[in-house]
């Protein structure tokens, strides 16, 4: 191995009896192993093939590194991008397998540790051959900046600040990136993958699955099961039906069924068609009469049932009536039966509460008039999966009246009026074995009177204390609930299901999971540290090309060394090794 090391001053002992040993054993040396020929060749510049440098300074391999970085960077932005596009890049609806769990937990670090064992080859070589690349130098060094240099066993993050003020570049470059793989990318890298619970939404199509029946049906469907299920919910806990509410009925429907993913807690949402009811009510104009107390609405109808919400016979303090149009067998009273008996009035009913504590008989009732209308609106609609529980409603248009042959409204009411059927069926049971019978749980909350069928379902869904009712306005939105109740669950049961080609809307399923995300803050803060390593590996490249090399091999040994100052022509090895241990001992 030959080195060609140009000395300055060098700062040994010239002293004769010194300077004649060392020639004497130079030329000894010299005139034993080498032929004439040889011997001159090797004093004096080397020759154009000592330019030896390591496979890790060489520009294949330290490109090869940036390509691989520059990889890096564009994969993590890639799983960055789906991350927060699909709300995750890897999901499951239980445990994730073994497969996906090592893939985010434990590969991210191995690969991080891969690189690092590599660019550790590199740093290595860079801080191991510094000072023979600075020994190539035209002008040579100085033993403190050349052969007295130890970065590789320097503190890792002073060997660049060293280097740096020394102005060797190379370990600077090196030293650097070392500690950004070593100190940031490798430990930031365990974090960026994490599992989370996250909502996935997947665009699909939906179409509506039953549609309203003919309205010459209505009357032999409408029957008392609607009232049944109302019982159920308002005393029994029942759920309400899918595509049900207190805000009306919509019409149901499914979506794609290629779309209908198993996440939790899922819901649809689409555009449809809601179905609801509102009352205008309005306070009842109370007069005294023979019979006891009647009631106007100001207009066409005067009634008159006599006592009123409470009879004289009752013990209960509190009394409630509820007096639709119609006239049944079943009920006491009818606004048509009680002198209201005219088409413009064939649509209200009269609210009664009573309150027998009060000296003043009219002092104790409240009592009001409603008539109510039923429309239809269009809507986005969120149904829960697979109840389809209504969880939101967003109007989409104006509502419009439903009109009489869409809705056989005249049926409804005489049902929720009477709590009969309209139109009687021949069956095994009376017609008295439909009835709903309140009356026990009502006495129970301390009601008493005459009990009629919506009396139950009004107080029964509104929950409070039979003191609030004194208050007429939250009577009225008692008895409008309740109304609205039945109005949805009758309309569901008029349902039927949809045949032939149906409109498909455009709709959102959507659901939780667990799923792997990229924890997008510490993805930046590792694409930075990347980036800033493909920085110093290109700065290192063009730097390593460009730099003198006068080593014919690599001096991984002290013998390699020891060989390589010994065969330095004439007296320069014997100068530089006095030079390099005259620096050792004044340093």
């Not at 159920?232 to 899918?242: F, M, N, S």
């Amino acid at each position: 191995m030959t080195l060609w090391a140009p000395t300055g001053p060098a700062k040994v002992d010239n002293s004769p009896s010194t300077r004649q040993q060392v020639d004497r054993n130079e030329e000894s040396h010299h005139i034993s192993s080498q032929s004439p020929k040889q011997c001159q060749k090797s004093v004096g510049r080397p020759t154009q093939a000592s330019s030896w440098k390591p496979v890790t300074l060489r520009p294949p391999l330290l490109l090869s590194i940036v390509v691989t970085t520059l990889a890096f960077i564009a994969l993590l932005e890639y799983l960055s991008d789906k991350s927060r596009v699909d709300g995750g890049i890897a999901f499951a609806k239980g445990e994730f397998s073994s497969t996906v769990s090592f893939a985010y937990k434990y590969l991210p670090i191995l690969i991080a540790v891969l690189y690092s064992i590599l660019w550790s080859w590199i740093d290595l070589d860079t801080k191991r051959l510094e000072p023979y690349f600075q020994l190539s130098r035209p002008t040579g060094a100085e033993a403190a900046d050349s052969i007295l240099l130890h970065y590789p066993f320097d503190f890792i993050a002073y060997a660049p600040l060293k280097a740096l003020r020394r102005r060797h570049w190379a370990v600077a470059f090196a030293g650097t990136s070392m500690m950004l793989i070593f100190w940031g990318i490798t430990p930031l890298v365990s974090s960026v993958f994490a599992q989370s619970t996250t909502v996935v939404e997947l665009n699909t199509t939906a179409r509506p699955t039953a549609t309203l029946m003919a309205l010459s049906d209505q009357s032999l469907a409408l029957n008392t099961g609607f009232m049944m299920t109302a019982y159920g919910i308002t005393w029994l806990g029942q759920e309400t039906p899918g595509f049900v509410s207190l805000q009306g009925a919509l019409q149901p429907f499914e979506v794609d069924a290629s779309q209908r993913q198993e996440f939790e807690n899922r819901t649809w949402t689409t555009k449809t068609t809601l179905y609801g009811t509102s009352a205008n009510c309005n306070a009842a104009i109370i007069r005294n009469t023979t019979s006891g107390l009647s009631y106007s609405n100001g207009k066409e109808c005067e009634a008159d049932p006599g006592y009123g919400p409470l009879s004289p016979w009752s013990s209960s303090r509190f009394g409630c009536l509820y007096i639709g149009y119609y006239l049944s067998q079943f009920t006491d009273y009818s606004l048509d039966g009680l002198g209201c008996a005219s088409p413009a009035n064939s649509h209200l009913f009269l609210a009664l509460w009573g309150d027998s504590s009060q000296e003043n008989a009219s002092d104790g009732v409240k009592a009001f008039f409603c008539e109510p209308s039923y429309w239809t609106q269009e809507v986005i609609a969120t149904v829960t999966v697979p109840g389809m529980n209504i969880s939101k409603i967003t109007p989409q248009g104006p509502r419009v009246g439903l009109k009489d042959s869409q809705f056989n409204r005249t049926a409804f009411e005489y049902g929720i009026g009477t709590g009969t059927q309209a139109v009687s069926q021949r069956a095994d049971i009376s017609e008295t074995d439909n009835l709903i019978d309140q009356e026990a749980v009502l006495a129970r909350i301390g009601l008493g009177g005459t009990i009629t069928n919506m009396v139950g379902f009004a107080l029964g869904l509104s929950s409070l204390d039979l003191n609030n009712f004194t208050d007429p306005v939250i009577l009225a939105n008692a008895f409008e609930n309740a109304h609205k109740l039945l109005h949805a669950l009758a309309i569901q049961q008029l349902m039927r299901p949809t045949t032939g080609d149906v409109e498909h809307q455009t709709a959102t399923s959507s659901g939780t999971t667990n799923a792997v995300i990229v924890v997008r803050p510490l993805a930046i803060v590792v694409e930075i540290l990347l980036g800033m390593v493909v920085l110093l590996v290109l700065a290192l490249t063009v730097h390593s090309s460009k730099r003198m090399s006068q080593m014919n091999g690599d001096p991984a040994s002290l013998t390699d060394v020891v060989a390589m100052l010994s065969n330095e022509g004439g007296h320069r090895g014997a100068d530089f090794i006095a030079e390099a241990r005259h620096s050792e001992q004044s340093s």
